[in-house]
């Protein structure tokens, strides 16, 4: 199922050229699609993530994926930009009573010493569904047509959802200790925890910067060295190539290298790829550099969620969708600017400035992580 909701997250990142000539607006203004997405679903986890808190997470995922077709099913028919963009509104609305819970609830069910592991297997399910989105948007969208793919969101997402809603298991799901609390004292109680107020502000921050970099990534190559919509998409699939790297790299790369050194480590990653990107002279540039992005950002973000299913372990649902819903309002955010970025100085600068602001965020969350350990390992047992 969240391989689904992964995919359907990516899909409009390919469109860019294609919609903007479709609808005779400018790329950024078709990144309007990205950004809309990305709001609902940062915005709509104030009520899924105390919903799966309270009336079980695996029962919302389940009626989350199946409201997702009626977005899908608007964007298929969409005969304008705006009618588009709400139908992606609609999209992200409800797939955010997806992932976000998902990973709650492995938080629920496997120990913090064995979850990095687990994450990362997740992790490979979903990036692998967003390589799958990305290559297939560009693909149908060169050879078929953009509405094309948003068809085959409905047929996912509409199986997806049914077989879970039919599961037995379903009946006996508990609720959880939130239970009682209502969605506005949850999230203040949520709130009230400084670390959880920290994670939140790092994500928000990671999420404007990585997102506001590869949205457009697609439209730089096919407007910077004239490559077509499919080869441009399957040169940002090996962002998630790196990602997958990453994801199976964890069992061994956190021990050795510690917390601290996993996020050095990612954030120098994603500053010398998006330098490389603002500065290189050849598309041949974007294969490693693209790898590289992805897998400094998938070390330091999937340090990130792990910490986040730790935040407040009563109330597990609701922080890991405030850490979802402020990654994506981040997103949401980062792509609008981004957009006026690329309309008014190019894609090179964009790349540039995220370069620099993604190293100093990885310094200051490393420093925090180091001054968390330090206080732990003073703290009487």
Sequence with gaps: MHFGSAAMMRVCDPMLPALARDFGVTTGQAASTISAYAIAYGLLQFFFGPAGDRWGKRRVIGFAALATVAGNLLALVAPTLEVLVLARVLSGAAAAGIIALVLAWIGDTVPYAERQVVLARFLTASLTGMMAGQWAAGVLTEHVGWRAVFALLVLLLG????????????????????????????????LSVPWARAMLAFVAVEGALAFGAVAFLPAFLAHSYGLSLSTAAAIVVLYGLGGLGYAFAARWLVPRLGETGVALAGGVALALAWTALALGTHWAMALPAAALAGLGFYSLHGLMQTHATQMVPALRGTA??????????????????????????????????????????????????????????????
């Design 159 to 190: 199986t997806g959802g049914t077989i879970i809603i039919l599961d037995r298991a379903l009946r006996s799901e508990g609720r959880a200790g939130g239970a009682s609390r209502s969605h506005l004292r949850a999230i203040a109680d949520v």
């Design 320 to 381: 890991v969708s405030l850490f979802a819903a402020t990654m994506f309002i981040g997103i949401a955010s980062g792509v609008a600017v981004a957009g006026r970025v690329v309309d008014h100085l190019g894609y090179r600068p964009l790349f540039a400035a995220c370069a620099g602001g993604l190293l100093v965020l990885a310094l200051l969350f490393a420093w925090r992580l180091r001054a968390r350990a330090r206080a732990a390992a003073h703290t009487p047992s």
